[in-house]
T-cell receptor
């Protein structure tokens, strides 16, 4: 089955800096890669996703890149703000498997004012 | 807004008890899921359902069962709770291939 590795497990940055979280996956059949943000006391919230026919996708201060050859994808947050502090999860799936995701281990991002 | 609600935010049970975790969504979604979240392990899929009366095993179904008698409700059952089932349980629903809506989670402690 699919295996997703996520690094780093914790990340601490100063407000205004950029943050990068990286994930690798093992199954070449995976073609959908979402990212989730989980704030304290809440369920994960989908913040951005990318499909395997796209190399990069941006949404305001967040972007995701995908390297299919190397089987890795990354989340980039620019101009970080304290409200970006949360746990971030990457995930992977074959697009035909509704909702069946394999998640990474999670990254605790702390943005210091 | 789509709402996925879970019956309890916190639950404390004893070893051997039968435990029911309830999940309700209000947007007529066909697909519902139960994930378990543990530190350092991320989220892992326990069971899912693509229709009423239908259920399929996820990656870690052992020790769990589910029930889906109505489209909006998906229940996770721990037949005989054990301490290694202490965890955060997350329900989710979607009407697309993409998992969009999670509930707030139930933190279960088994003593």
């Amino acid at each position: 089955g699919e295996n997703v590795e996520q690094h780093p497990s914790t990340l601490s940055v100063q407000e205004g800096d950029s943050a990068v979280i990286k994930c690798t996956y093992s199954d070449s059949a995976s073609n959908y890669f979402p990212w989730y943000k989980q704030e304290l006391g809440k369920g994960p919230q989908l913040i951005i996703d990318i499909r395997s026919n796209v190399g990069e996708k941006k949404d305001q201060r967040i972007a995701v890149t995908l390297n299919k050859t190397a089987k890795h994808f990354s989340l980039h947050i620019t101009e970080t703000q304290p409200e970006d502090s949360a746990v971030y999860f990457c995930a992977a799936s074959a697009g035909t498997s509704y909702g069946k995701l394999t998640f990474g281990q999670g990254t605790i991002l702390t943005v210091h004012p | 807004d789509v709402k996925v609600t879970q019956s309890s935010r916190y639950l404390v049970k004893r070893t051997g008890e039968k435990v029911f975790l309830e999940c309700v969504q209000d947007m007529d979604h066909e697909n519902m899921f139960w994930y378990r979240q543990d530190p350092g392990l991320g989220l892992r899929l326990i069971y899912f359902s693509y229709d009423v009366k239908m259920k399929e095993k996820g990656d870690i179904p052992e020790g769990y069962s589910v029930s889906r008698e109505k489209k909006e409700r998906f229940s996770l059952i721990l037949e005989s709770a054990s301490t290694n089932q202490t965890s955060m349980y997350l329900c989710a629903s979607t009407t697309s291939p993409y998992l969009e809506f999670f509930g707030p989670g139930t933190r279960l402690t088994v003593l």
